[in-house]
Structures are given as C-alpha cells and as structure tokens.
C-alpha cells in the first residue's frame, strides 16, 4: 500500500491490492470531514480521587490533625480560627472525567443506498473503526431496518455483513424510533452516534437522535 493509506491497512488487507488502493483513496477523502473525536463525558457525580489540596472551608472530619492538636493545647485559639474561618481542611480531588469512548454506527440499507453509496459506507465503516481504535474505544454498528442488533468491527465477516445488508425498504420513521429506544438502553450512552443512509443530513434538533448525521446521495 502507498504511504498515505497505511493507518487503514488493517481493514484493507482484507480486500485485493486493487481494490484496497480504491477504497483506501476513498477514505483518505473522506478522513477529513470526520473531524476530531468529541465524546459524550460520563454523566452521574465525579467520584473522589484521593485527597487533593487544602482549603478553609468544608466538614470537620477533613480538619487536619495539627488543628486538632492545637484546640489540646490552645483552645482558645482553636476558637478564634474557628470563627475567622482560618482553619485548614483536606479536600477531596474529583477524578478526571472521561468522554465515553464507545462508538456507534446505523447504517441505511435500502435502495437509496444501493451502488456507489455503499462504497462509501464501506470507506466510513473503517474509518470509524479506526477512529475507535486511535481512542482505545469500540466501534459497533447496526443495520436501520434491522433495529436492536449491533455487531463489532473485528474481522472481515464482520464487513461481509455489511455489504450483505441489503433490503427494499426505505428507512422509516418507525426504524428511527426502534433505534432511538434500543441506544437509549444501551449501559453506557456511546460516545458518539453515527446515522449513515440517505436521509438529510440536517434536521430539527428535537428530531436528532445521533450526535452525527452522514448523507450518502449521487450527484446526480
């Protein structure tokens, strides 16, 4: 493979060497307009990381010891700091957030998708599972008129199930909304959500169910 296509040559030694330089090009184009990764951060209250640094204010179980010694010795002084706020205590240091990692991906598999623009569903299929892998995440994917199933990016029959997922039926509003259900019960909300078909690419914010939206259309 040429230099520019080798971070895609675990996916594209799965097809010819004339094939792969095709698609590999394909998804060199296309590598751009993904942008940078921007996960959805953990919901819920940070959970504490040790003790950080220390602070005037806060519970009297976090005072430290040297205080306490000296309300022992000079209590009268312990007083006095106590009203002026003066006395030092521990603070708990919340741990780092992190963006959920995960990644999802829907993928429209009706007619609207047959010939060219399922070249480029194939090309997007590893750029997001690269995506995933640069972040140490998981990339799945699912098929829109097939609601609830998500398969892993892992090996080559992965890929052919893809390409086999074909169906007649345009993607209707009643797909949307079996999906919409089944990523909302979902452990951990993904950290990013790919809808990829032939519906526009823009649409009312109360309507998006994915952070991402892809449009795939001919020209013509």
């Given amino acids: 493979l040429p230099d520019a296509l080798k971070p895609w040559s675990p996916w594209l030694a799965w097809f010819s060497p004339e094939m792969a330089v095709e698609i590999g090009a394909l998804a060199q184009r296309m590598q751009p307009l993904l942008g940078r990764f921007r996960g959805q951060m953990r919901g819920g209250v940070?959970?504490?990381?040790?003790?950080?640094?220390?602070?005037?204010?806060?519970?009297?179980?976090?005072?430290?010891?040297?205080?306490?010694?000296?309300?022992?010795?000079?209590?009268?002084?312990?007083?006095?700091?106590?009203?002026?706020?003066?006395?030092?205590?521990?603070?708990?240091?919340?741990?780092?957030?992190?963006?959920?990692?995960?990644?999802?991906?829907?993928?429209?598999?009706?007619?609207?998708?047959f010939g060219a623009p399922r070249l480029g569903q194939l090309a997007l299929w590893m750029l997001l599972a690269r995506r995933a892998a640069q972040i140490g995440g998981v990339f799945q994917w699912g098929v829109l008129q097939l609601p609830g199933g998500l398969d892993g990016a892992d090996n080559v029959k992965q890929l052919r199930s893809l390409l086999k997922a074909r169906d007649f039926e345009v993607g209707t509003s009643a797909h949307v909304e079996a999906w919409r259900e089944v990523l909302a019960g979902l452990d951990r909300v993904p950290g990013e959500s790919w809808l990829v078909g032939a519906a526009p690419a823009e649409q009312p914010t109360d309507e998006r169910w994915t952070s991402h939206r892809v449009s795939l259309q001919r020209a013509v």
């Fill in 46 to 113: 940070p959970e504490p990381d040790g003790l950080g640094d220390l602070r005037r204010r806060g519970p009297y179980e976090r005072l430290l010891a040297t205080e306490w010694l000296l309300a022992d010795e000079l209590p009268d002084e312990f007083l006095r700091r106590a009203a002026s706020s003066e006395h030092l205590l521990l603070a708990p240091r919340p741990r780092a957030r992190e963006a959920e990692k995960s990644i999802v991906a829907i993928f429209d598999a009706g007619p609207r998708q």
